[in-house]
């Protein structure tokens, strides 16, 4: 059926529909009938209710479904009709002149569509982009961090250095009493290393096996134990072991156990040193990806439909509920993840996505099949069966789609270099390796 558009704001449309009240009570009886032959009433055989009695039970909730997927359909209908891109689920309500009758067949459907984007010139915008490399300093960097996991321990005679392990007994006391936590027996602290507050670890430091010593120890004024914050406490320290630590050399046998079965040394160099030059690649793409979304915003200016906003507000609010309660929170005891705390981030989120999808049609940037396959197999090459990993990315559609939008997005990231002023960083790999920007 005819229906009629208007513009009730920027984003804002509103539709009035009609239905048949005709073919919703055809639609209603075939529903009914249909009903009859497996509804199961008392004083009847299976298929033998009639229509009526099923009818007095049913009729209410039947008539609502097919008056709504009439309104539905309606909907859908005139939405193609106008041509129209809708953003959100649609307000339905009868008309005023409907409002009191009995079943009303005159629906109005308010809703916001999507905005039309004018990208803007992306030569006026400036991004960063970051390189980096691996030199023999980051390669031996790394081999040492490797070796450090394989330390073993050998006792030592001399006081404990930085570096070395103290196997200790405490007790610490407030104003001559012990407090819950200040004790341990048996308990390993690798010197130097930071684990302990400052005056602890000063007052084991330089002490030899078989010591007991007794120092003050003070807790910052914002330690997480309030009963401790800001005040000094007495520890007495017995130290029952000091040992130094015996890094493996790195020979055929630390090869072999670093995953190089035939324990050439060069070769596991060679594989160290590949697996950083991806690391370092994929970490350095990332900060440039950075760059380029916080940039890519400024092409164009929009108005965002709210609905859109709301609906990705919802879904990080929902996605924290559901990181919360992996953690082990109880959400049925935790305070409510309030949703407009994401408004912000949803609002990026979503204005980020309407430009970014306008230069991708725009454009022509979606992935290519051999694009897809290229990251699938570069993804691959860091397993043990490359090929089972392809299979595997190649039988489920969801994730072929996840490894689509990672090529889409580099397509994006690619084609603001080439347009965009771009300014080069080097970054350090020691700064680089810290975490991803």
């Not at 807790?219 to 007495?236: N, R």
């Not at 915003?297 to 879904?315: F, N, R």
């Not at 990672?406 to 690619?414: A, F, G, H, S, T």
């Amino acid at each position: 059926m005819a229906s009629q558009l208007e513009t009730t704001g920027t984003l804002e449309r509103r539709l009035t529909l009609s239905v048949n009240p005709a073919d919703i009570s055809s639609k209603v009886q075939e529903r009914l009938r249909s009903m009859a032959k497996t509804t199961r009433m008392p004083g009847f055989r299976p298929g033998k209710v009639p229509v009526r009695l099923v009818e007095q039970s049913y009729g209410p909730q039947v008539r609502a479904e097919a008056l709504g997927d009439a309104i539905s359909r309606a909907f859908g209908d005139a939405v193609q009709e106008h041509g129209l891109r809708v953003a959100g689920q649609p307000d339905i309500a009868p008309t005023e002149a409907q409002k009191d009758a009995a079943e009303p067949t005159e629906f109005t459907a308010t809703f916001e569509v999507y905005p039309e984007v004018k990208l803007g010139d992306p030569s006026t915008l400036e991004v960063d982009r970051y390189t980096a490399s691996v030199d023999d300093k980051a390669l031996e960097s790394t081999i040492d961090v490797l070796r450090k996991q394989r330390t073993t321990w050998k006792a030592v005679r001399r006081g404990g250095k930085k570096g070395d392990r103290a196997t200790i007994d405490f007790t610490g006391k407030l104003d001559g009493e012990a407090f819950n936590g200040g004790s341990a027996e048996d308990f390993p602290m690798v010197l130097g290393e930071g684990r302990m507050l400052p005056d602890f670890e000063a007052g084991v430091l330089g002490k030899k096996t078989g010591e007991t010593v007794t120092f003050d120890v003070k807790f910052p004024d914002d330690y997480g134990a309030e009963h401790l914050a800001g005040k000094t406490a007495q520890f007495e320290v017995t130290v029952k072991k000091v040992e130094g630590p015996e890094l493996p050399e790195v020979d055929a046998e630390f090869a072999k156990q670093m995953g190089q079965e035939d324990g050439d040394v060069e070769k596991f160099r060679a594989d160290v040193r590949s697996n950083l030059e991806r690391e370092v690649r994929q970490r350095v793409q990332s900060r440039t990806k950075t760059s380029v979304m916080d940039k890519i915003v400024g092409l164009a200016d929009i108005e965002l439909p709210k609905a859109l906003v709301e609906q990705e507000a919802e879904s990080l609010a929902a996605r924290m509920r559901e990181d919360l309660a992996a953690r082990g929170l109880d959400m049925r005891k935790a305070p409510p993840v309030p949703t407009d705390a994401f408004n912000e981030q949803a609002t990026r989120r979503v204005r980020l996505g309407l430009i970014v999808s306008e230069v991708v049609r725009e454009n022509a940037l979606q992935a290519k099949p051999e694009q897809i396959r290229k990251q699938i197999e570069e993804f691959a090459s860091t397993y043990e069966n490359p090929a089972e990993v392809v299979r595997w990315y190649f039988s489920d559609r969801d994730r072929l789609a996840e490894v689509e939008a990672l090529v889409v997005e580099q397509n994006v990231v690619d084609w603001l270099l080439s347009k965009a002023k771009v300014t080069d960083h080097e970054v350090g790999f020691d700064e680089l390796m810290k975490g991803l920007a």
